[in-house]
């Protein structure tokens, strides 16, 4: 998937700037050598990132292509993401081999997931259901059902779609009914802020709409402290000048769940996705993330 985003991003740079030379770069990040262990439980959304935000802070890259879900809010001095591409789909995807979706699936069923989110979120709807961690490209995931392993994944449906991969049943969950990962979908591209050559070839890339969504939903992130260590979510999107933004915080089974809406004018996007997060944690957020933290 790494490798699909960055060959994306190169070819939109080519449709931009047709003579411009651009070598990938392949890295392997601390989040792709630790399978074998829980994200949460080793450092989070940060091991994603560093390896990349090591080299362009060194000038061996110029650019990293990230998915947006996976970068913290909070950069080191120096960088910034300099353009986020058009959302691609935001959903999760219930995938299985037999089923056809999530109510379907027989008591005791095992699901696949290495999201606390996306646990909270199925316990919710169905707490006799058992959750497997699995971690690892797409391809390694589906192995995993293949095998029997599990009997259902969630997985992103973006990362299905990107790769072309069409599993026996798979039914989209609407973001209203099972809310996404911050940033899900979003192709970020992070870079030096003082390089302004490179921040003037990326400018064409960036898609304000998705750049206004993402700002609304990381401060929301941001101001509840957010990591993969609490199941958070939230999403927004643009409708007449608008935005809405909607989010939950839950404890990891999924039993107490806090989430609402809120809108607001877009040039308003960070202040709404803050006042988002002081009214979840005024209504219970604060007890649920104290309670996971300790």
């Not at 497997?132 to 392993?149: K, M, P, S």
């Not at 609407?174 to 390089?195: C, N, S, T, Y």
Request: glycine share 6%; aromatic share 4%.
């Amino acid at each position: 998937m790494a490798l699909w985003q960055a060959e994306y991003v190169a070819k939109q740079l080519k449709l931009y700037h047709p003579n411009l030379t651009i070598q990938l770069v392949k890295m392997k990040t601390s989040g792709d050598k630790f399978l074998h262990l829980p994200l949460a439980n080793i450092g989070g959304k940060g091991l994603f990132t560093k390896e990349l935000e090591r080299a362009l802070l060194s000038g061996d890259i110029d650019i990293a292509v990230h998915s947006l879900k996976d970068v913290p809010t909070t950069l080191p001095n120096g960088l910034g993401l300099l353009a986020m591409l058009k959302r691609g789909n935001p959903a999760d995807i219930f995938v299985s081999e037999h089923y056809s979706n999530l109510i379907e699936l027989p008591s005791q069923a095992i699901v696949g997931t290495s999201s606390l989110r996306r646990q909270a979120q199925i316990l919710h709807i169905r707490p006799d259901l058992r959750i497997l961690n699995i971690r690892g490209n797409v391809n390694t995931r589906l192995d995993a059902l293949h095998a029997g392993r599990c009997t259902a994944l969630i997985l992103a449906a973006a990362g299905l779609e990107r790769l072309n991969l069409n599993p026996p049943f798979t039914q989209p969950f609407a973001p209203k009914d099972f809310l996404p990962a911050v940033g899900q979908g979003i192709l970020a591209v992070e870079g030096r802020l003082q390089d302004a050559k490179i921040q003037n070839l990326l400018k064409p890339l960036q898609d304000r709409e998705t750049a206004i969504c993402a700002t609304a939903e990381r401060a929301f992130l941001k101001a509840v402290d957010g990591s993969c260590r609490i199941p958070v979510a939230a999403h927004a999107n643009i409708a007449n000048n608008n935005i809405i933004l909607e989010a939950l915080i839950a404890d990891i089974q999924g039993k107490k769940i806090v989430r609402d809406k809120l809108q607001a004018t877009i040039d308003h996007a960070e202040i709404l996705g803050q006042k988002l997060a002081e009214i979840l944690l005024s209504r219970g957020g604060t007890k649920i993330l104290s309670s996971l933290l300790a």
